[in-house]
């Protein structure tokens, strides 16, 4: 190789060669059995039963995440079928479309949209005021409002949402999105089986905070799973107004019950919507 | 038979049997198949980029030249193949997002060795680089470089004769050589 010879002449076998060095690495599976994991997966074999027939797996973050993704891809990736995109309504204006229109035309109508947008603008901003100072003396949650918590979890590098029934493990990081219909105020939990309660949401504070409308919205604070000899759940609250968060706390201890089998039950709250989820069970 | 919705990717006994047999229409047409699903698996995992091309691209000749000689049981090639990529996924994503660093013992160095600097430079850029062509061409770089396969053999697997792999091995070559002048330039 020339080292004298500058990097803005490459000649095409200096590419030939970086193109051989490429960092990679060698990909030979160390996994014994997993050919015999594939056709049990395709069989539907539930990743608690894999583990019983084949013990390494328990041992191998990559055959766990591997089958976890497996599972979560088995009606996503790999299926042609997609829903096609849908026809757009007869009376969106084709972009496409050649038309021949007047700069006076589009310059008077630039205008009007301007104008419209900004008195909408205007009108949103004194509706969201309003709605800002009249919904805050509320205390029963709207009936028609819909709240939702959704669990990511972070393992091993790769990140996958926690369905229902599936549990967290020891070390795997945490982060919280919520669903609201209406802007409200939430206040996470963590709930064990001895009834501890510690708040995950928000850190700061002691009071419940407030969060806009939305769908999926990512919580900033997250958590850490630390081993435990208990059962564990993730409690969300929502509630129409602000609301002390010990105050909250007492609340649930009145009502949260811990039943068989690992049941959480938590007696319904007129001031708040509630969401629970399982992250452990022990059995 | 197939494990795949809608019946796109067919991989049966059939099939086995003639890659078993090393039939190079059916290897073709494996190749043309299950290179997108393959594709589609390690992107969700790794991202869009040269790193799920390399996954794919090594795992499918790994599969055709290797491994399809010791499924027990072919019916479930799919399901292999599928698992494989996932695995080979998660480790490559685990190895980029810990940053650790390549052991030597299990990297080859054909090329011999180069000058560090010049090389630390030119090894990002080259991937960088490399994302701009198609995956196809990719693909067939990656098995000449990395499998070091002729490109009559190249040309059985992917598609398309030497001739027209020698062409697409020379404006590949033609094309990273000139972006990685250009970055090279842009950054002096």
């Not at chain 1, 055959?63 to 995109?85: D, V, Y």
């Not at chain 1, 968060?245 to 068989?260: C, D």
Request: hydrophobic fraction near 35%.
């Amino acid at each position: 190789m020339d080292k004298k010879t500058p990097i803005a002449k490459l000649p095409v076998s200096r590419v030939e060669d970086l193109l051989r060095q490429r960092p990679f690495y060698d990909m030979a599976d160390d996994c014994p059995h997993t050919e015999e994991i594939a056709n049990a997966l395709a069989d539907g074999t539930t990743p608690a039963e894999l583990e019983k027939r084949f013990p390494h797996v328990q041992q191998c973050d990559i055959c766990k995440a591997s089958i976890h993704l497996f599972n979560q891809m088995a009606n996503e990736i790999g299926s042609p079928e997609q829903k096609p995109a849908p026809r757009p309504a007869k009376n969106v204006i084709s972009l496409s479309k050649r038309t021949r229109v007047s700069r006076r035309t589009v310059f008077v109508f630039s205008m009007a949209a301007v104008l419209l947008a900004g008195l909408a603008a205007g009108v949103g901003f004194v509706i969201w005021q309003s709605q800002q100072t009249q919904s805050q003396p509320d205390t029963l949650v709207p009936k028609g409002a819909s709240y939702d918590l959704e669990i990511a979890v972070s393992r091993n590098g790769l990140g996958f949402p926690l369905r229902e029934g599936e549990m967290v493990e020891t070390g795997d990081r945490l982060g919280f999105f919520y669903s609201a219909s209406e802007g409200s105020h939430m206040a996470l939990f963590h709930v064990d089986g001895q009834r501890q309660m510690t708040v995950l949401y928000p850190v700061e504070g002691k009071r419940t905070a407030f969060v806009q409308k939305g769908e999926r919205i990512r919580i900033r604070d997250g958590a850490l799973v630390t081993p435990s000899t208990t059962c564990e759940w993730i409690v969300a609250l929502f509630t129409p107004k602000e609301t002390s968060l010990s105050r909250l706390i007492s609340h649930l201890r009145r009502n949260v019950r811990v039943g068989e089998n690992c049941n959480l039950k938590i007696t319904d709250m007129d001031t708040a919507r509630i969401k629970v989820q399982q992250i452990r069970k022990i059995e | 038979m197939e494990h795949r919705k809608g019946g796109i990717l067919q991989i049966g006994a059939e099939m086995v049997a003639q890659l078993r047999q090393g039939n190079s229409d059916t290897r073709q047409r494996f190749w043309e198949e299950s290179f997108d699903a393959v594709l589609a698996i390690c992107s969700r995992i790794l991202g869009s980029g040269p790193q799920s091309i390399d996954v794919t691209t090594d795992l499918l000749n790994d599969f055709l030249f290797h491994y399809v000689q010791n499924l027990k049981n072919p019916h479930g090639a799919w399901s292999y193949l599928k698992l494989m990529a996932i695995r080979r996924a998660v480790r490559e994503r685990q190895r980029m997002m810990t940053g650790e660093p390549f052991d030597d013992q299990q990297m080859d160095y054909p090329g011999g060795e180069m000058d560090d600097v010049e090389t630390t430079v030119l090894l990002p850029k080259l991937n960088q680089c490399l994302a701009l062509l198609t995956p196809k061409a990719q693909s067939t770089v990656r098995l000449k470089y990395r499998q070091g396969m002729s490109n009559e053999q190249i040309g059985h697997v992917v598609g398309g004769s030497k001739q027209y792999i020698g062409r697409l091995l020379t404006q590949s070559l033609a094309a990273l050589r000139e972006c990685l002048q250009r970055k090279a330039v842009a950054n002096g």
